[in-house]
């Protein structure tokens, strides 16, 4: 157990039976009165927002947190399957773990993955990933000088918004928090 004052953005706290990141956490002292500790907490399974004040000498249990970097191999059912680089050992992830960004993985990719004491509770794709466009209208000359943008097909199956100028066959950079298009690869 630590005391409060331990506390440090970014920490996995067990709270109230439940995982919680810690995601901002500020020492008040209001006036005359006794100083605490104002934490906001995002549940690890849930994604619900909870505010908490803890006293200075309250007691907190941090949970053990291991990231590591794995290797996505393949899709199975609701789950990733994924290799530690190291010991070449396969865990299945499930699906939720990576959110909107999991239409974007592609074989071989890197990936983050957190574990508390042997099951997986955060994932993380790359920020940006390059992919082949498979499907979109031909571009036509003199295409470049708007900022409209079209449909495209990436080789994962998802469909973007790319400039008129991108063709079909190019591979572009793509965001994989929103989905945007971000440039051209050359």
Known sequence: MA????IKNGNILRFNGELVAVEEFIHRTPGNLRAFYQARMRNVKSGKLVEYRFRTDEEVEIARVETNDYQYLYEEGEFFV??????FEQYHIPKHLFGNSARFLKEGMDVIVAFESEEPIM???????ELEITYTEPAVK???????????TVETG?????????????????????????????
Do not use: W
């Open 82 to 87: 994924v290799m530690d680089n190291n010991t």
């Open 3 to 6: 005391k409060a004052s331990d």
């Open 158 to 186: 998802v469909e973007i918004k790319v400039p008129l100028f991108i063709n079909q066959g190019e591979r572009v950079k793509v965001d994989t928090r929103t989905g945007d298009y971000i440039e051209r690869v050359k």
């Open 142 to 152: 003199g295409d470049t000088s708007t900022s409209a943008l079209k449909n495209a």
């Open 123 to 129: 994932a993380q794709a790359p920020t940006s990933v």
